[in-house]
């Protein structure tokens, strides 16, 4: 017998029994011919090769090898027993009795690896007539001249082969060689034939428990995961972790990674098998079978990745892989990435194997978006909390600008992943830091940086581009951006985001918030952020209207009391002159009133104050303009005319802040106005 011989089979074929013949039968016919020739110890082999597949019928290869060694001591062929295995159109030597020549050990150890069914000669003739064979000599009877000389070098003359057949298909062949040119008699034939469906039968039931056994482990394989989804319904990496290494066990792979896709490259996320694998992210193209995997949308098995050109896959052809199995992950028509699995020799993976595979990608595919789904939500409850703490603190503490703005920068940070955060309030062009969120030491040189900090629109930082454009402004990472002035940072970050505080068609402020390393925010967290900035602008706004509206009321009120003290004392200026004094003051936010009452050409030191006065106020002065004859001219009983000094004289009203000016002159507007209306109650009608 040999392997990779082709020609013609001498010698006379038994067609094979029907697969419907019983065990019984058959085993009944082998024990007539054993007893027709009396060998007892015959019919004792055959019951001993019967019983071993009852009795351990996962360990086909002792069954085998019993079967072989039975065979070719009862029949005669000494070290010529051969055993074959067929699936589909190949074949492997599965077992064989000993021989102790080298040569015959190579030759055998070359047959055992298998191959073409066309390849073998005995093997085929089998197949092809579906019964026993038998060649007389096949040194005579041999295919090729090389083959009939192998037969006389390596000792195998008269040939017998016997087909293992389940289910009307030939599943092996069971082959007997003797040294020497002698027919095999019709009782060594039934016996080797009860031998081989005794083969058949183990071969069928390690097939059988082969197959429980792999539903069985597919079963607790699927359980493991679900049971690591279940139990880290967050925690996606412990899920890849178990879906690679039952991956690389179940598909017998020696290696099995898991693969993403993010930002457009792909990048290995879990990985089992001692193969290296790539360190920098990759393309999903077609130069490797991952990547080509993900652009198809399909699954991609390449049986011998060195026999395709070179270059197709240039890192796996480099790596020396040979079979090569890449799934894609898919969800809704859209890749997420791909699980690969990768062989060092060449053998394909089965149909099961591409299934279980497809089992595995599906239940990634399922975890990855459950973890999308949860983070989801997650960050859609969490906005919703940050947003109602924000609407919280506005109602606890409406005009409290500080406490809310310090909540939003808080909140921005926290939701947006940043490191540091800070809302710059803009008055005339000079920024000033609002509120600040971060480490104490950042936060320190935040403060520092933006005191008194002048700023005007320009390309040089991302305060001047949100003022420049008008809009949301990201620079990924300030020190590889040419246009960015690195002056123009309190050096705590790399990654920058500003949004601007738009009230009305106006920039009130401005949200930052920032990353140490250089990471891009993500279109999520800019639409967190700008919600952040529009509740800051509104709280900004809310707080000046109150404001306004609370000086207006406490304007209205000061009038009120002037108007109150006139009534109240129709004939006496004094006390009207003391409620003016003092509302000018606070009014004013000035420390000191006075209110100067002109007698001829000096100021006497006759102040109605408020609060605190200067003795300074105390002397008398000449009047800043001269007096003429008509307004020194005054009624007997009138009081002397007043004239408002205004904040004097500890700070004055030009000092003071803008809407305590304003105020300021107001009131010194409305207190002449008054004073002109008491004087004209005492003065003589003109002519």
Known sequence: MAASREGVAVGRTVPARSGCETRAARDGRAAAHVDDHGDRASARGVARARGRPRRTPPDLQAVLDTVVERAARLCGAGMGGYLFLVAGDRFHLAAVTPDPRPEVAAFREQIRQGGPVASAFIVKRVVESKGVVYIRDASVDGETEAYRQNSKDFGYRSMLGVPLIRSGEIVGVLSLQRPDVRAFSDREVALVRAFADQAAIAVENARLF?????????????????????????????????????????????????????????????????????????????????????????????????????????????????????????REGRSLGAIGLRRLELRPFTEEQIDLARTFADQAAIAIENVRLFNATKEALDQ??????????????????????????????????????????????????????GPPEQVARLRSFWAGRKLTPGRDSVVGRVLLERRTVQIEDIRADPEFDLKNTAGVARTVLGVPLMVTDDIKGILLVRRAEPRRFTQ????????????????????????????????????????????????????????????????????????????????????????????????????????????????????????????????????????????????????????????????????
């Open 210 to 330: 082969g197959e429980t056994k792999e539903a069985l482990e597919r079963q607790t394989a699927m359980a493991e995961v679900l049971g690591a989804i279940a139990a880290s319904p967050t925690d996606l990496q412990a899920v890849l972790d178990v879906i690679a290494r039952n991956a690389a066990q179940f598909c017998a792979a020696e290696d099995a990674s898991v693969l993403l896709l993010r930002d457009g490259m792909m990048s290995s996320v879990a990985h089992h098998g001692p193969l290296p694998q790539p360190t920098n992210p990759w393309p999903p193209d077609r130069t490797s079978v991952s990547g080509r995997a993900v652009a198809e949308l399909r699954v991609v098995h390449v049986p011998d990745v060195q026999a395709e050109p070179p270059g197709t896959y240039p890192i796996a052809q480099e790596m020396g892989i040979r079979t090569f199995l890449a799934v894609p992950l898919v």
């Open 384 to 437: 919703q909390t940050a947003v109602a703490e924000v609407l919280g603190a506005i109602g606890r503490s409406a005009f409290d600008l500080d406490r809310v703005l310090t909540t939003i920068a808080e909140s921005a940070m926290r939701l947006a992943d940043a490191d540091t955060s800070s809302i710059v309030r803009i008055d005339r062009g000079v920024g000033e830091i609002a509120s600040v969120a």
């Open 524 to 687: 999520a967290h800019t639409r967190i952020v700008e919600t952040f900035a529009r509740q800051a602008a509104i709280a900004m706004e809310n707080a000046r209207l109150f404001n306004e509206a609370k000086e207006g009321l406490e304007r209205q009120t000061a009038v009120a009391e002037v108007l109150r003290s006139i009534a109240g004392s129709p004939t006496d200026v004094a006390p009207v002159l003391d409620t003016i004094a003092a509302n000018a003051a606070r009014f004013c936010g000035a420390e000191d009133a006075v209110v100067h009452l002109i007698e001829g050409d000096a100021l006497p030191a006759r102040p109605s104050r408020a609060r605190r006065f200067s003795d300074a106020g105390r002397s008398t002065f000449p009047t800043s303009s001269p007096r003429t004859p008509h307004s020194s001219r005054r009624h007997a009983n009138a009081p002397p005319r007043a004239v408002t000094a205004g904040c004097w004289p500890l700070r004055s009203c030009a000092k003071a802040r803008p809407s305590a000016r304003s105020s300021c002159e107001r009131a010194t507007h409305r207190d002449s106005l008054l004073d002109r209306s008491s004087s004209s109650k005492h003065s003589p009608t003109r002519p």
